[in-house]
């Protein structure tokens, strides 16, 4: 086995054991995304000359015996829109191509700090904003089971970068679902953590209520491991949490008997794909056999929560993206005043999503509309959360599906955004909420498209997600699922 094809909790164990270095596991990455890059194309910017000193670092320490992180050594890819000092980040938008920040964001810093190379950023949906990676102002990301088909978004390059073998870990940000259906799409492990469980400091904000950065992965191990590494309080955001950081790992073989399990009853209509209905339905007999109670649970509010989402992204984003005037940040257009520079400028840097939820948003905010729009979208969420807590009284998770089918087609559904959000359906109530959630491969439909699985759990219980999942996965084989063929054939 390459050791590009290895997990991470297996390239930490060599490495620990010295069997390989840093440089020869970080040099394996760079010349499979040499390979791979042209066709996938899940990179933005690559920092190889980065990722070989740090790894030269991490094999220095080694030598002189230093303590160092399961991690060292083990190289990890970024999602474009998390800030690294030093290194451009463009958030896939033509507005942000040249911005590099002087810092780095709280979860790169505990990265570096650990030893993981750096292989570079990848692509998204500019601003993070899609769910198909199609939005990016650079180019499309393909996915590795097939290069016709979108990846997900809108972290859509950091699956596609596992995916592909040219990292064995990524972080993304799920907003929406922008970790959790990339991971469907691309046979992956996808972990949103609770609101406030990683620091969202040096995130760029898309929606400051709902984003979170979390990991993508191979197994439920190697997202235990990073997770274990990028959570705690982080004074540099208010908004995270001072509740203690449990031991992920230690938890992945306690199993599932006795946990009680409520099978979403909203997440098997008759609409869904037949397949993936079924993917979910084996994982709740494979939960039932190993111990678990799983009984069938309806939620009253969440069919309310695309809505839900959509304005109240779209007013948050409005927001945030105020900044982006072309004179802080980005473009300067001149102009014959600044109302027409600002116009120009936002005109001429954002791409057609982007202004979209921006007009919305707006929109949506005017003192007109915002009691019948904003303020009702906020007493809809209040009674989603609650849907939540009633289930956490009954269940120790909820099961259901990821999304509605498999990985579309590249080009299938951009000119109807209505389409693509409507996919989404499965993935938003839980960020309303401010829960965990985990999508985890459940193997792969008769196309040969991998299907996911997700799990939800009360808020800080990332701890019984890693119980499940990790069962789960032992279930199907323990393997991490891989593109057949490898794109491209090598």
């Known amino acids: 086995m390459k050791l590009y094809e290895m997990t991470a909790l297996e390239l930490s164990r060599l490495l620990g054991k010295k069997e390989v270095s840093a440089v020869e596991v970080t040099q394996s990455f760079l010349e499979r995304t040499g390979s791979v890059e042209p066709q996938v194309q899940a990179y933005i910017t690559q920092t190889p000359e980065i990722a070989l000193a740090a790894a030269e670092m991490v094999d220095k320490q080694r030598a002189r015996g230093e303590a160092l992180s399961p991690l060292a050594g083990v190289p990890l890819a970024v999602k474009d829109n998390i800030c690294t000092g030093g290194v451009r980040t463009t958030c896939a938008s033509r507005f942000m191509e040249e911005y590099i920040p002087p810092t780095d964001a709280t979860v790169v810093m505990k990265a570096r700090r650990a030893g993981m190379p750096l292989l570079g950023k990848t692509n998204l949906d500019e601003f ?50 922008s970790v959790r259906q990339p991971a469907a799409f691309c046979g992956l492990v996808g972990l949103r953590p609770t609101y406030g469980r990683v620091s969202r400091a040096g995130l760029v904000p898309l929606a400051s209520s709902l984003d979170q950065a979390g990991p993508l992965a191979l197994t439920t191990a190697d997202a235990a491991l990073l997770l274990s590494l990028i959570a705690g309080e982080d004074r540099l955001d208010p908004t995270s949490s001072a509740a203690p950081v449990d031991d992920y790992t230690g938890a992945l073989s306690q199993g599932v008997r006795g946990l009680k399990v409520g099978l979403l009853a909203e997440h098997l209509p008759p609409e869904f794909d037949s397949e993936i209905i079924a993917a979910v339905r084996r994982a709740a007999a494979a939960l039932e056999k190993n111990g678990a109670i799983v009984e069938e649970h309806a939620m009253p509010h969440i069919s309310s929560s695309l809505e839900v989402y959509y304005l109240l992204c ?12 072309g004179l802080r940040y980005g473009r300067s257009e001149s102009a014959e005043n600044v109302t027409a520079m600002y116009s120009r400028a936002r005109g001429e840097g954002f791409g057609p999503e982007v202004k979209r939820r921006i007009l919305l948003g707006t929109a949506v905010l005017r003192e007109s509309r915002y009691e019948r729009y904003f303020l009702q979208a906020q007493r809809v969420r209040a009674l989603i959360r609650r849907d939540f807590e009633d289930a956490f009284s009954r269940f120790d998770l909820l099961l259901g599906a990821v999304t509605p089918s498999t990985a579309f087609k590249l080009g299938e559904k951009i000119e109807d955004p209505l389409a693509i959000y409507r996919g989404d359906i499965c993935i938003l109530p839980g960020p309303l909420a401010g829960v965990p959630s985990i999508a985890l491969p459940a193997g792969t439909v008769s196309g040969g498209l991998p299907v996911g699985v997700q799990l939800t759990a009360a808020p800080f219980n990332e701890r019984v997600l890693f119980r499940a999942a990790h069962l789960l996965e032992q279930e199907r084989g323990g393997r991490p699922l891989r593109p057949q063929p490898a794109p491209p054939a090598l």
Not at 140 to 154: H, M, Y
Not at 317 to 323: D, Q, Y
């Open 128 to 177: 993070a904003m899609g769910s198909s990676t199609e939005n990016s102002a650079f180019f499309p990301t393909r996915n590795p089971w097939d290069l016709q088909r979108v990846p997900g978004g809108s972290s859509g390059g950091s699956a596609a970068a596992v995916a592909a073998g040219m990292a064995p870990l990524a972080l993304g940000t799920d907003t929406g679902g």
């Open 314 to 325: 779209a007013a948050e984003a409005s927001s945030n993206l105020g900044r982006f005037d």
